[in-house]
């Protein structure tokens, strides 16, 4: 009896992203698309009905961080393997995705090898990242004091780097707020305490520095 195709889920924001992974996917004999979604809210509840065997998310959706998405996946179906495929620069991102509940880190720009790679080894299981974050986590793990950061943005909670991530790309703090679900206050108790942890003086350096960061690395 021939085994049925293991089944992906993705939650991408874009309709080309989605289409290229279906494409790379489909391609293979043993996988196949059994749904895609671009929201966190429309995922959430297609996730919970499809029980696919992987979830691929990227970090950037409609309504919300990936990160967020993860965690309330890996909460609500602690068993589910996902893997982050994303543009977003993995020196920062890998080690919170696999925090939230992730298995493995790609970023799109990698070949198609690469990816397929990945999605085999996180669907036996193990974890994928490249050799670099990979060195930088074992080093972690034994205590090497040069393995840390040195950037204090990496300091921040996940919700204050998106904050600090959409500062940069100037979007108004009222406009946070609706992408993110909570209050302007909240946002504003969030840009005083990313402020106070790196050292800015004011509003205004805050801004200039966040929009420094975003060009540097997205």
Not at 10 to 20: N, Q
Not at 112 to 127: K, M
Request: aromatic share 4%; glycine share 8%.
């Amino acid at each position: 009896m021939t085994r049925p195709p293991t089944r992906i889920y993705v939650v991408d924001d874009h309709p080309l992203m989605r289409e290229g992974l279906a494409a790379i996917i489909g391609s293979q004999n043993d996988l196949e698309i059994c749904g895609a979604a671009a929201s966190m809210r429309e995922s959430l509840a297609e996730i919970a009905v499809q029980r696919p065997d992987l979830v691929i998310v990227d970090l950037s959706l409609k309504d919300g961080l990936g990160l967020d998405l993860i965690k309330a996946i890996h909460e609500r179906l602690p068993a589910q393997r996902m893997l982050v495929v994303s543009a977003y620069d993995e020196k920062i991102y890998a080690e919170r995705a696999l925090r939230s509940g992730a298995l493995g880190y790609v970023n799109k720009q990698e070949a198609e090898t690469v990816l397929l790679s990945a999605i085999r080894c996180v669907l036996a299981g193990r974890r994928f990242v490249s050799d670099q974050i990979l060195q930088r986590l074992l080093g972690q793990a034994v205590g090497d004091r040069g393995a840390e950061s040195s950037d204090p943005v990496d300091k921040l909670t996940d919700r204050e780097l998106e904050i600090f991530r959409l500062i940069g790309q100037g979007v108004a703090p009222g406009e946070i707020a609706r992408r993110l679900h909570i209050s302007p206050h909240t946002v504003d108790s969030h840009r005083e305490k990313i402020r106070n942890k790196l050292g800015l003086e004011n509003g205004r350096a805050l801004m200039q520095h966040a929009m420094r960061w975003v060009l540097d690395h997205e």
